[in-house]
């Protein structure tokens, strides 16, 4: 079986170009699906990661078709899976088990999701890999962790979102708890993941010797959403559901324009406060006494979501956002994603970047998360097709077109 695949750019992981991003010639293994152990890896080949995404012979990874498609081609995997090789390897197999540990023993990292005990079933456990290579850093990234009563259960961002306090906290006062309508717990424990593969990949600089990283998904979206346990702990609260309100401060809400429009609005300062309320023409609202903190503001919000509301219902969102803006006051649009990629802060950042992709021609899609001034990232080239770079990474390795044929025959890649 060969595999026809298109080039990779000429700006590959070995072609560092006019500046060697960061990551360059560090070597990770991609063996997770869905989605925070892939963003994450996706995270470390953005700044010159060498990164080999493993999937399954027979049974790709589901990103592939989650989501809409253009042309029977999957558009979330173009982002997931941009800047990294992708091979098929079956590791419950003999020669797929012998395949992974050959490319382990010169990687840096491995990214896995498996539920715990899957790798060590397969005879790719710590022990195994560390034995083949000390210094690699292996990331499990799972919904409950390595260990305690739920590690075995199936774990995705939605459990994480509920059981973490998010979604209690989320919605309207009188409806039910509110889940994201995106991978938030994911995202937030790919970002975690990749600062963790980071700090185990420094902590190897002083020790030589590489790590676990126990990474459960419940517990980046514990760490963000504040400091909900010290307040449980000292004075018995629990945080309801207060809507788009805040129980720090007022006004913070979501205001409809005369043109049927929203914008969002911020006061966490209380300059900004007092500024808004100039604003609007309710300076009087200044003077009462619970005006002075947030907390007392926040207790008062009927009053003041009544003075901003019914001033920005009268005007339209580009007199609303200008009339803000020369007052000094913290106003936002509520976006939805046209106009996030007409918009032109995000246009001089170039958020939104345009790819070119072999498959479907130019796409456009998020860019690297930040920016470096001496050493920036870059998005080499898009999610490649099933297997595409199988023959390159084995060969690689060392191994003939006869031995990789015979692994084909094998169904072990």
Same mark, same amino acid.
């Given at each position: 079986?060969?595999?026809?695949?298109?080039?990779?750019?000429?700006?590959?992981?070995?072609?560092? #170009?006019?500046?060697? !991003?960061?990551? *360059?010639?560090?070597?990770?293994?991609? %063996? @997770?699906?869905?989605?925070? =152990?892939?963003? $994450?890896?996706?995270?470390?080949?953005?700044?010159?990661?060498?990164?080999?995404?493993?999937?399954?012979?027979?049974?790709?990874?589901?990103?592939?078709?989650?989501?809409?498609?253009?042309?029977?081609?999957?558009?979330?995997?173009?982002?997931?899976?941009?800047?990294?090789?992708?091979?098929?390897?079956?590791?419950?197999?003999?020669?797929?088990?012998?395949?992974?540990?050959?490319?382990?023993?010169?990687?840096?990292?491995?990214?896995?999701?498996?539920?715990?005990?899957?790798?060590?079933?397969?005879?790719?456990?710590?022990?195994?890999?560390?034995?083949?290579?000390?210094?690699?850093?292996?990331?499990?990234?799972?919904?409950? #962790?390595?260990?305690? !009563?739920?590690? *075995?259960?199936?774990?995705?961002?939605? %459990? @994480?979102?509920?059981?973490? =306090?998010?979604? $209690?906290?989320?919605?309207?006062?009188?409806?039910?708890?509110?889940?994201?309508?995106?991978?938030?717990?994911?995202?937030?424990?790919?970002?975690?993941?990749?600062?963790?593969?980071?700090?185990?990949?420094?902590?190897?600089?002083?020790?030589?010797?590489?790590?676990?990283?126990?990474?459960?998904?419940?517990?980046?979206?514990?760490?963000?959403?504040?400091?909900?346990?010290?307040?449980?702990?000292?004075?018995?609260?629990?945080?309801?559901?207060?809507?788009?309100?805040?129980?720090?401060?007022?006004?913070?809400?979501?205001?409809?324009?005369?043109?049927?429009?929203?914008?969002?609005?911020?006061?966490?300062?209380?300059?900004?406060?007092?500024?808004?309320?100039?604003?609007?023409?309710?300076?009087?609202?200044?003077?009462?006494?619970?005006?002075?903190?947030?907390?007392?503001?926040?207790?008062?919000?009927?009053?003041?979501?009544?003075?901003?509301?019914?001033?920005?219902?009268?005007?339209?969102?580009?007199?609303?956002?200008?009339?803000?803006?020369?007052?000094?006051?913290?106003?936002?649009?509520?976006?939805?994603?046209?106009?996030?990629?007409?918009?032109?802060?995000?246009?001089?950042?170039?958020?939104?970047?345009?790819?070119?992709?072999?498959?479907?021609?130019?796409?456009?899609?998020?860019?690297?998360?930040?920016?470096?001034?001496?050493?920036?990232?870059?998005?080499?080239?898009?999610?490649?097709?099933?297997?595409?770079?199988?023959?390159?990474?084995?060969?690689?390795?060392?191994?003939?077109?006869?031995?990789?044929?015979?692994?084909?025959?094998?169904?072990?890649?």
């Amino acid at each position: 079986m060969t595999i026809h695949a298109p080039a990779i750019p000429s700006e590959s992981p070995e072609s560092p #170009g006019p500046a060697r !991003p960061p990551l *360059h010639g560090l070597r990770v293994l991609d %063996l @997770a699906t869905l989605f925070a =152990g892939p963003l $994450a890896a996706m995270m470390l080949g953005d700044f010159g990661a060498d990164v080999v995404k493993v999937e399954h012979p027979r049974k790709p990874d589901p990103s592939r078709g989650h989501g809409p498609a253009k042309d029977g081609v999957g558009l979330w995997w173009k982002v997931l899976g941009r800047n990294k090789r992708t091979i098929t390897l079956d590791l419950s197999s003999p020669g797929g088990r012998d395949t992974l540990l050959a490319l382990a023993a010169d990687a840096d990292v491995i990214v896995e999701n498996f539920r715990p005990g899957t790798l060590e079933r397969w005879g790719l456990g710590w022990e195994e890999l560390s034995t083949v290579n000390p210094r690699l850093v292996l990331a499990r990234v799972t919904g409950f #962790g390595q260990f305690g !009563p739920y590690a *075995h259960r199936p774990g995705f961002g939605t %459990l @994480a979102e509920a059981m973490s =306090g998010f979604a $209690a906290i989320t919605g309207e006062p009188d409806g039910p708890p509110t889940l994201p309508p995106f991978g938030l717990a994911d995202s937030i424990a790919a970002l975690a993941t990749a600062y963790a593969v980071m700090t185990a990949l420094t902590a190897r600089t002083a020790t030589g010797s590489g790590q676990v990283v126990d990474m459960a998904i419940i517990e980046p979206m514990l760490s963000v959403i504040g400091p909900h346990p010290l307040w449980y702990d000292q004075l018995g609260y629990v945080q309801p559901r207060t809507g788009n309100r805040s129980r720090n401060n007022a006004p913070r809400n979501t205001y409809r324009t005369a043109d049927g429009s929203w914008v969002a609005v911020s006061t966490s300062a209380q300059s900004i406060a007092e500024r808004v309320l100039r604003l609007v023409g309710r300076p009087e609202l200044i003077d009462e006494p619970w005006f002075a903190d947030g907390t007392g503001r926040a207790e008062h919000a009927d009053v003041l979501d009544e003075a901003v509301g019914s001033w920005i219902a009268r005007h339209t969102r580009d007199e609303a956002m200008a009339a803000f803006e020369k007052a000094e006051a913290a106003i936002a649009p509520v976006y939805d994603i046209r106009d996030v990629v007409a918009d032109p802060q995000y246009q001089a950042l170039r958020t939104v970047t345009e790819v070119e992709d072999p498959e479907l021609g130019p796409i456009k899609m998020q860019n690297v998360l930040f920016r470096l001034s001496e050493t920036p990232g870059a998005i080499r080239w898009p999610g490649r097709p099933h297997g595409a770079d199988t023959t390159a990474v084995l060969s690689e390795l060392g191994l003939t077109p006869a031995e990789i044929d015979a692994l084909r025959e094998q169904g072990a890649v």
